[in-house]
């Protein structure tokens, strides 16, 4: 499904990720599978439980017990992230992916100078760069995520959380990793601020020609941010196009009702909820997992589990492929 | 002016100057606001972390004594209350807080969270009686009685707890609902309809709200006037319509040019009508917590830092709110031709009230 102008940066088949309980296995994730483009911005937006940080972690090799990788694959260039050994994966890390994770801002070592901090981690990847070369490193990765180069000498207690977030995103970045993921960078941030870090991350992008995973459930941050959308709900990829076609025409009924219950600036007093919960992880209903809340049920729906499907495809372009795991779109319209 | 049933007089609320601050941090300077007592409404307070909102909503809850200034219920300052008096103001005006993870006690079914406070204030009901509240009241919110009672709080999604704690405050009969960020930590699907309970409870059972957000389109959806905090200052008051659609102070611009809205057609940063910000918005430097501080006690604008239209006046005065437009006030020195307010003044636009003048 490659078209000409989609080359491809990371390559995810098939993505299972269970957590080993005493209950039994909760399936975090289950079967996922995406092309994340080169250079290209991609959400993945989901509530709670819908494994959207499982599927950050696992891309990172960094899921811990009682969690496992079951099976998938993940091409990035001349790596597959998940059969490298664990040494192989932690020089992959910072170097060809790298993580922003959840509450950076509250990583950082409070009694270590945030230039240090950046410095650690060049130190783990490379030998050698020491002294006033380092120093010239840290202060451009500190221009980079757009802060003053005295910013080195401070500890984090003395950064307000924008620049922290910022830190966090200049260690991510240290190694011009390829492939970035944002988990939820800016959800602990004032909305004014926010923007200013996304624009930031996205201006780092630019400058390292890396492609991004954003992940998160704020769709209006995805509205603003991404070039295309995934949408996952109870461990699966449901939906996933062109942000813009996503959001004015969802194809899975989820994405339909989840795109109505948000607020906006046209409607007062009016709320649209979704009705029902989301399904146990450990014990999910037959069939589609969003069949017992959605409205459009049809028969097959309580018995046979969707796959993403193409519903609207391009052969030049994955760009601007449309797909979806419901039965209601089957086969592809043009 | 009209009788008031929870109001807020110019309250001031200050924080340190201890034994090892250097310096008082003031939470809330000199704000006013009030529910009217022949009608329910829902008023929102929104503002960014250290804004000062939620310092507001616990002074309104009696909480904390305000530093100056005073809260009064139906008329009588909250420490002249003697204590049925003050068991009344306990009853009648509840709260709903953010975290609906950590006010649960875990060793409890969520029965006894609800069944707690049915005995302490209605201790003539029968059990079968308060049974039956618990259950109308589930119901008013959405939860089934069965799905609910008999578990743990961890059986629970937020969702659900957030409602029961909806829930909770309605056992009460309370004619104020004080609701502080009772949806940022619950999911999308699940965050219109616990606002919607809320709308709904407000609605049917003529309970007012105050809806303490950082989130002004939730704030927009819900409420009918809002205040606009800024650094412990209410920079912006009145109807919600013109406060989110054209606002008037600097302050509320930026914010409402930085909402992150789902609709591609609206780039980030733009007004909502299109026009695109003014080349400094937003810009300025990004503050540190001693920044922060420091601003506080100067006596300028609390935005004069970060504000594209700063002029000299800015540094030396902290504006007043002043009337801008028929039930809205801003604090700004760019409207400073239009009349000032009294504090009754603010009080009654904050409700959406007759006009301030």
């Known amino acids: 499904m490659t078209g000409n102008r989609s080359r491809v940066a990371l390559s995810v088949e098939d993505l299972r990720v269970h957590y080993h309980t005493e209950r039994g296995a ?48 993940a091409q990035l260039g001349d790596l597959e992230l998940l059969s ?39 130190q783990a990847h490379e030998q050698g760069p020491g002294g006033e070369k380092m120093r010239a490193r840290v202060s451009d990765l500190l221009s980079l995520v ?4 005295d910013t080195a000498q ?70 603003q941010c991404v070039d295309r959308l995934g949408v996952m709900y109870a461990g699966r990829l449901v939906e996933l196009g062109p942000v813009q076609q996503l959001l004015e025409q969802p ?31 450990l014990d999910p209903p037959a069939g589609c997992p969003f069949h017992p809340r959605c409205p459009e049920a049809i028969d097959g729906c309580t018995t046979k589990i969707p796959g993403l499907t193409t519903v609207v495809a391009d052969d030049d372009s994955a760009r601007i492929e449309r797909r979806a795991a419901c039965h209601l779109h089957t086969g592809v319209t043009s | ?46 503002g960014e972390s250290g804004s000062g909102k939620t310092t507001l909503a616990r002074l309104l809850l009696g909480m904390i004594p305000p530093t100056s200034g005073s809260i009064l219920y139906q008329g009588t300052e909250l420490k002249q209350l003697d204590r049925s008096g003050y068991q009344v103001f306990r009853r009648q005006v509840q709260a709903v807080f953010q975290d609906p993870f950590g006010v649960f006690n875990p060793f409890y079914r969520v029965d006894h969270s609800l069944e707690l406070p ?56 309370p ?44 704030a927009y959806q819900l409420s009918h006037t809002i205040l606009i905090m800024y650094r412990g200052d209410v920079v912006e008051v009145g109807d919600v319509e013109q406060v989110i659609k054209a606002p008037r102070h600097p302050y509320t611009q930026l914010l409402v040019r930085s909402i992150p809205l789902a609709d591609t057609k609206r780039r980030w940063g733009e007004d909502p009508d299109g026009e695109p910000a003014p080349s400094q918005g937003g810009a300025g430097p990004e503050t540190t917590e001693q920044a922060l501080s420091i601003a506080n006690g100067t006596g300028g604008c609390p935005f004069a830092d970060r504000c594209p239209h700063v002029m000299a006046s800015c540094q030396q005065t902290n504006p007043s709110l002043v009337l801008t437009d028929p039930g809205r006030a801003a604090a700004c020195h760019l409207y400073e031709e239009a009349p000032a307010l009294s504090a009754e003044q603010i009080a009654t636009l904050s409700h959406g009230g007759t006009e301030g003048t």
């Open chain 1, 26 to 73: 909760i399936r975090a994730v289950e079967g996922v599978s995406f092309d994340l483009l080169a250079g290209e911005r991609l959400g993945l937006v989901g509530e709670s439980g819908s494994g959207k940080t499982t599927t950050a972690m696992a891309l990172m090799r960094l899921i811990r017990p009682p969690g496992r990788i079951e099976s998938g694959r």
């Open chain 1, 84 to 122: 490298l050994s664990d040494e192989q994966m932690r020089q992959a890390r910072f170097a060809h992916i790298s993580l922003i994770p959840q509450g950076v801002m509250n990583s950082l070592n409070p009694v270590m100078r945030v230039g240090a901090q950046i410095a650690d981690t060049i």
């Open chain 1, 146 to 149: 757009e802060l003053d180069p």
């Open chain 1, 154 to 223: 401070m500890y984090p207690h003395e950064l307000s959380g924008g620049m922290k977030q910022r830190v966090g995103m200049a260690i991510s970045v240290a190694l011009r990793p390829q492939v970035i993921i944002a988990d939820e960078p800016t959800s602990a941030l004032d909305v004014v601020v926010q923007k200013r870090v996304m624009d930031t991350l996205f201006r780092v992008q630019g400058e390292l020609d890396a492609a991004v995973i954003l992940v998160g459930h704020d769709m209006g941050l995805m509205a």
């Open chain 1, 251 to 281: 194809l899975h009924p989820y994405t339909r009702l989840l795109v109505s219950s948000l607020p906006s600036l046209d409607r007062r007093g009016e709320f649209r909820g979704i009705p029902g919960l989301p399904p146990s992880l």
């Open chain 2, 1 to 46: 002016m009209s009788a008031s049933l929870l109001e807020a007089r110019r309250v001031r609320m200050e924080f340190g100057g201890g034994l090892f601050e250097r310096q008082r941090l003031v939470a809330v300077q000199g704000a006013s606001l009030q529910l009217p007592a022949d009608r329910p409404v829902v008023v929102a307070i929104a």
């Open chain 2, 118 to 173: 049915v005995s302490k204030f209605f201790p003539e009901l029968t059990r079968d009686q308060r049974r039956e509240r618990i259950e109308e009241g589930l119901r008013a919110v959405g939860l089934r009685a069965e799905e609910t009672l008999g578990r743990y709080p961890h059986q629970l999604s937020g969702g659900q707890r957030q409602r029961i704690m909806v829930t909770r405050a309605l056992l009460l009969d």
């Open chain 2, 175 to 218: 004619k104020v609902i004080v609701a502080d960020e009772p949806v940022s930590m619950v999911d999308a699907s699940l965050r219109a309809t616990i606002l919607e309970s809320l709308f709904r409870i407000h609605r049917e059972r003529n309970i007012s709200l105050v809806y303490i957000t950082h989130d002004l389109t939730t």
